[in-house]
């Protein structure tokens, strides 16, 4: 730097001729005209560009370490296996150079997150009532002793930046309309717009721009709610950034310590009180209060909240001849007359309900069993076979849905069962639940087996006692030991011959 110094100051102030300059540095006058033309302060080498056994698999290289970034750490491939695979394919330079190869990837790719990686946005700020943002994410929790994976729903309006997380077993459409019943009954009412990325739920297909073919059903909640779903474009999360933001707090906030209670709606009334406290907690950062008071000056801009909308998926499905059908790898009971016949299977969140000739035929809770080494449940519902036992009455004996049934019933069986014609009798006792309230035979069954009586007509008459409504608890009578008469008939066999001797009537003899 002295040097270049030394030549400007020569050629440029003291206007010493190009001649003598490169006499006394011994420099071509060339160079020193290159360094006064480019006006050089300090020198600088130009590295010249070299070959690389590397530069072949560069491309590969790159590729290789490009995927390794998305994958878990624990499952990226190390330096010296990328090595060694390229040795496979003809590479023959040094570990060394892959690895400065690695090094400089890196950097660069650093330096471009942190620079023109990073993209540029321009904030953004929603009217009251005007728009919601929807996502999901995955969290753990312990439900009935067992560690579990949840799927949760985040909900957050877009101008108070009120939220309501809810935790649900599975992503699918029936749980996706009922986290936003409980979000527009927390809220109070329902925004005009809702913001979401493009989920398989509600979006079928994803085209130019802002075309997406939306699912039926998620456009149906939609238009039940009046509200106008609009989707961001793809991996393009900050378009809905408030919830984003909202899923990475909700981990330090509520899931940090992993919840445990006993059953999942446990989980969600206390999800659900948390949330509403931390509106009051949290400020709101751009609007003077905190969330609660900008919610409460939002709320009456909010749509009136409409009656629940019947967000259930509907299956087609036949019921087999054991009286069952199958969802999720579990089988349900159906009425025998069903069997063999197609039926209308609709799946809501808690519950299963069949569908047959416009009626409703028969309700099941739901089960969800996230481990696929476990065996299928099978859930019977006894009075669905009620029709098959009568036609085969042995069928009582060894029949699996009938191990299901009350207490009373099944010790009544086992006296039913000793005698000849009992499980007859059974099934005819058992078919009364088809007429009279169930309670009520149970009643009668039960005072039965107290009197040591268990038999069918005794069982009909405590029955129809209670139907009827009559006391069936009567005083107990002491009878006398023998019964005398007050006056002793007499044994006169003439009137007898009085009555054949009698001429006004006519007898037979």
Request: hydrophobic share 40%; net charge positive; proline share 6%.
């Amino acid at each position: 730097m002295g040097f270049l110094s030394v030549i400007r100051r020569w050629a440029l102030r003291d206007k010493m001729p190009i001649r003598e300059i490169a006499r006394r540095t011994g420099l071509s006058r060339n160079t020193i005209r290159k360094y006064l033309r480019e006006g050089a302060v300090e020198p600088r080498f130009k590295t010249p560009p070299r070959a690389s056994k590397l530069d072949p698999y560069a491309d590969r290289l790159s590729a290789w370490l490009l995927a390794q970034t998305r994958k878990p750490r624990k499952e990226r491939r190390c330096l010296k296996k990328m090595h060694e695979d390229l040795v496979k394919l003809g590479y023959d330079g040094s570990y060394g150079r892959v690895a400065a190869f690695a090094r400089a990837w890196r950097a660069d790719r650093h330096l471009a997150e942190q620079t023109t990686g990073r993209g540029t946005y321009v904030p953004l700020v929603f009217q009251p009532g005007e728009a919601f943002q929807f996502d999901w994410s995955e969290d753990w929790a312990t439900l009935g002793g067992e560690r579990i994976k949840l799927q949760v729903a985040h909900t957050k309006l877009s101008h108070s930046r009120a939220f309501l997380v809810r935790a649900y077993l599975l992503q699918t459409h029936e749980m996706l309309f009922d986290a936003h019943w409980h979000a527009f009954r927390v809220f109070g009412g329902v925004p005009g717009r809702g913001i979401y990325d493009n989920m398989k739920t509600a979006v079928d297909r994803v085209g130019r721009g802002k075309q997406r073919d939306i699912n039926a059903r998620f456009q149906a909640m939609a238009s039940h709610y009046v509200f106008e779903p609009e989707f961001c474009n793809p991996a393009a999360g900050w378009e809905k950034g408030q919830v984003e933001k909202s899923v990475r707090d909700a981990r330090n906030r509520l899931w940090q310590i992993i919840p445990v209670f006993d059953t999942l709606d446990e989980l969600n009334q206390w999800l659900e009180d948390r949330c509403i406290a931390l509106w009051a907690e949290t400020a709101h950062q751009t609007l003077p209060g905190s969330i609660a008071d900008v919610w409460e000056a939002e709320k009456p801009m909010l749509m009136a909240l409409p009656p629940t909308f019947d967000g259930f998926v509907e299956h087609g499905k036949r019921v087999s001849p054991t009286c069952l059908v199958t969802f999720e790898r579990n089988r349900y009971s159906v009425p025998a007359s069903f069997a063999n016949r197609p039926v209308s299977l609709h799946v809501y969140p808690d519950r299963l309900v069949i569908v047959a000739e416009g009626q409703t035929v028969c309700t099941h809770a739901r089960i969800i069993e996230r481990s696929h080494h476990k065996p299928g449940r099978v859930v019977y519902d006894w009075r669905h076979y009620l029709a098959v036992i009568q036609r085969k009455p042995g069928a009582l004996r060894n029949g699996a849905p009938f191990t299901e049934m009350p207490d009373a019933f099944r010790r009544l069986q086992d006296h039913m069962l000793r005698k000849e014609g009992g499980d007859r009798e059974m099934v005819d006792i058992l078919s009364l639940v088809l007429h009279h309230d169930e309670e009520a035979v149970l009643c009668a069954v039960e005072l039965a087996l107290e009197a040591g009586v268990p038999t069918k007509t005794h069982i009909l008459n405590l029955l129809n006692r209670l139907v009827d409504r009559k006391q069936t608890d009567h005083p107990e009578i002491d009878p006398p030991e023998a019964l005398a008469l007050a006056t002793a008939p007499k044994a006169d066999v003439d009137r007898y011959d009085g009555l054949r001797q009698t001429t006004e009537k006519r007898h037979a003899s």
